[in-house]
């Protein structure tokens, strides 16, 4: 059993995790840097340990500090959240040596999952469907030869990439050493590593993805899908479960494709696995071993705690729930509410003077901000998600829109607006969009 849980993270995740273990009884562990000393996950965790200063490597990427932070608090168990440590397994490794329980999944499997290239070999091995593309890596050599095999357009990416960084597109052949040579250079800055393989470039994709549970030994559901094609630069702006775009057959076939392949790995914990969706088609593009920001609307249409069963599997509790429990329920959608300006994206830190988040039925809000924050500068700029469900799609925006109405959030700038815009949208509300939508759509807003 677990007693306590040191939450290595900040924010609104380390908030949502605290939850969580409250309901369940385990005492919790806030870590903070210096800039964090007030944050709400401080106050509300029963114990608090600064662990160094703003820069996050200096502090919630400082697993010595974290480590000792457990060994003076008696934590058992450790929650990673999202980013910053969750798909580190050297941490994981580190954790299991000291006898402390990483909640997520084994050390091997976050290896497995985080080589891009490994992870789509270990996902055709599992029977799931892939892009078309190369052979593992693509080099100076055969790199016109896998082109002309997998027919432009074509995508160049980061064998170990992340956040869409060391991506190229190769519209043709004329564009592909050029599109080669700086995915490549543009690797080896950003991750230490140049190696890049090649896909087939989808020109109108959604982004879908399946939300998987298992217990390590072989049980292993889904909980359905999530809608994420409303992206800019590659970063989920507006989620949406179930998918306009899926019915209840496609839904069932590949949330059974994505189970079936994690009881045969034995799958340990909370993971997605994302798929461009394309004519019926889906194409995995990479796994996730660790919760996402955009878990609160799988949870919403299926009332399931995802950071319970987490903190469940990994003490050895097994899951709550077989697939036959699990009942899609309702539509629900999530927007990220970013400390940014809503037309230019650049950060917005600064005091928090006013906040008032909405209620009512069907509305969540997952936040750290109160009136008087100070948002530090050092991290990235979310400060909160709203989530909104209702029986029916059209329900949900109807009620979103009346919650957007109702969010204050003053002294800084947010991306708010933006949602009061896309919620009146025609494309939005006939659930027709694609991956490049917003993009586009933000452009044309500009020009
Ligand atoms: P990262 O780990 O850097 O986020 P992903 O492989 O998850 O990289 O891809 C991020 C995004 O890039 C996808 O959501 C999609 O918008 C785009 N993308 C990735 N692969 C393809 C492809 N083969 N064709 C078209 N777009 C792609």
């Given amino acids: 059993m677990i007693s306590k849980v040191l939450i290595a993270n900040r924010g609104e995740i380390a908030l949502r995790v605290l939850r969580a273990c409250k309901e369940l009884g385990i005492a919790t562990v806030a870590v903070h840097s210096t800039a964090d000393a007030d944050a709400m996950h401080v106050r509300l965790a029963d114990e608090s340990v600064c662990i160094g200063p703003p820069p996050s490597r200096d502090s919630y990427l400082n697993i010595h500090q974290i480590v000792a ?5 008696g934590a058992d168990a450790v929650h990673p959240g999202y980013g910053f440590l969750s798909e580190n397994a050297k941490f994981a490794d580190i954790l299991e040596a000291h006898g402390i329980t990483f909640i997520g999944p084994t050390a091997e499997h976050i290896r497995l999952m985080g080589d891009k290239i490994t992870a789509k070999q270990t996902a055709m091995e599992l029977g799931i469907p892939v892009v078309p593309g190369s052979d593992g890596e693509v ?3 055969n790199v016109l030869e896998t082109g002309r095999k997998i027919g432009f357009p074509v995508l160049i990416k980061a064998t170990a990439g992340g956040g869409g ?3 190229k597109v190769a519209k043709t052949e004329d564009d592909l050493m050029e599109a080669f040579d700086t995915a490549r250079s543009e690797a080896s800055a950003a991750f230490g590593n140049a190696a890049v393989y090649m896909e087939k470039y989808l020109e109108k994709p959604r982004h879908i993805e399946i939300q998987v549970v298992g217990d390590g030994e072989g049980n292993a559901i889904h909980l359905g899908e999530r809608d994420c094609s409303l992206q800019r630069r590659h970063q989920k702006v507006w989620e949406e479960a179930n998918s306009p775009a899926l019915n209840v057959e496609q839904r069932m076939k590949i949330g059974q494709i994505c ?11 909370a993971g997605t696995v994302e798929f461009l969706y394309e004519n019926g088609e889906f194409y995995f593009i990479e796994m996730n071993t660790r919760l996402q920001v955009e878990h609160p609307i799988t949870e919403a249409i299926t009332g399931i705690d995802l950071v319970h069963e987490q903190i469940r599997v990994a003490s ?24 940014e300006d809503p037309r230019t994206f650049t950060p917005s830190p600064g005091t928090i003077t006013h906040f008032h988040a909405p209620g009512g039925l069907g509305v969540r809000v997952d936040s750290g901000a109160y009136a008087g924050y100070k948002i530090p500068p050092y991290y990235d700029s979310l400060i909160g998600k709203l989530i909104v469900h209702g029986r029916t799609r059209v329900e949900c925006m109807m009620r979103l829109r009346r919650v ?3 969010f204050v959030v003053d002294g800084i700038k947010t991306t708010l607006p933006l949602f009061q815009d896309l919620v009146s949208n025609q494309d939005i509300a006939n659930g027709d969009y694609d991956i490049h939508w917003l993009e586009k759509y933000l452009a044309a807003k500009t020009d």
């Fill in 139 to 141: 080099t100076a050599e």
């Fill in 259 to 269: 189970a079936d392949a994690m009881k045969k790995m034995k799958y340990r914990g």
């Fill in 404 to 406: 957007l109405d109702e």
């Fill in 165 to 167: 960084r060391g991506m």
């Fill in 69 to 73: 932070a457990c060994e003076i608090t």
């Fill in 316 to 339: 050895g509790g097994g899951l709550s729930v077989t697939q036959e429990d699990i009942v899609f329920s309702g539509h629900a959608i999530e927007c990220r509410i970013n400390a």
